[in-house]
Antibody
């Protein structure tokens, strides 16, 4: 079955970077796009960007354009999301999700990133 | 890209029907047939209910239906049940490979 398994919780200091992983299984990795979505505590879902796992093309939200990098390793069927220059307000659960027919049909379990001094 | 606008909360009694609106612009909701709706229970992962404005994935109850008129999409939940109490988010393609989520709506079953 389709599975997206994300890396564990992280605690980072302001100004640091964090790199999260999303291990895919149960489908042909290179024929899909993978998106990253975050949710701050008690807040709405926020789209961050996506990667075409086949050709590696990416697109980012203007909100995160200068700080986010999404990559993938096809041999490991894993997508990564790196967010730099972390701020307290980046404390959130970060999700990866697979795109199918224009929607996000399968989601990872989420990774909590806490930014704290 | 601004978030799509949803009401903060909607409530209804068991068995009733409720509708949640999602208002965007002619650059997103009104320009593409690519609005999705997600349900999220507290502490849980979002689940897709509707895609392509009005299509329902297999396994999703037919009590959930989607529609769109102009720049506003809507999710209707009929035969409201206690388990429908959750947060609901719309999401639209906004062109240039960009997506945008709505502000979210908390549904309460009275």
């Amino acid at each position: 079955q389709v599975q997206l398994v994300q890396s564990g919780a992280e605690v980072k200091k302001p100004g640091a970077s964090v790199k999260l992983s999303c291990k895919a299984s149960g489908f042909t990795f290179t024929t899909y796009a993978l998106h990253w979505v975050r949710q701050a505590p008690g807040q709405r879902l926020e789209w961050m960007g996506w990667i075409n796992a086949g050709n590696g093309n990416t697109k980012y939200s203007q909100t995160f354009q200068d700080r986010v990098t999404i990559t993938r390793d096809t041999s490991a069927t894993t997508a990564y999301m790196e967010l730099s220059s972390l701020r307290y307000e980046d404390t959130a659960v970060y999700y990866c999700a697979r795109e199918l027919t224009g929607t996000l049909d399968n989601w990872g379990q989420g990774t909590l990133v806490t930014v704290s001094s | 890209q601004s978030a799509l606008t949803q009401p903060a909360s909607v409530s209804g009694s068991p068995g009733q029907s409720i509708t949640i609106s999602c208002t965007g612009t002619s650059s997103d909701v009104g320009n593409y047939n690519r609005v999705s709706w997600f349900q999220q229970h507290p502490g849980k992962v979002p689940k897709v209910l509707i895609y392509g404005d009005s299509k329902r994935p297999s396994g999703v109850s037919n009590r959930f239906s989607g529609s769109k008129s102009g720049n506003t999409a809507s999710l209707t939940i009929s035969g409201l049940q206690a388990e429908d109490e959750a947060d609901y988010y719309c999401c639209s393609y906004a062109g240039n490979s960009v997506y945008v989520f709505g502000t979210g709506t908390k549904v309460a079953v009275l």
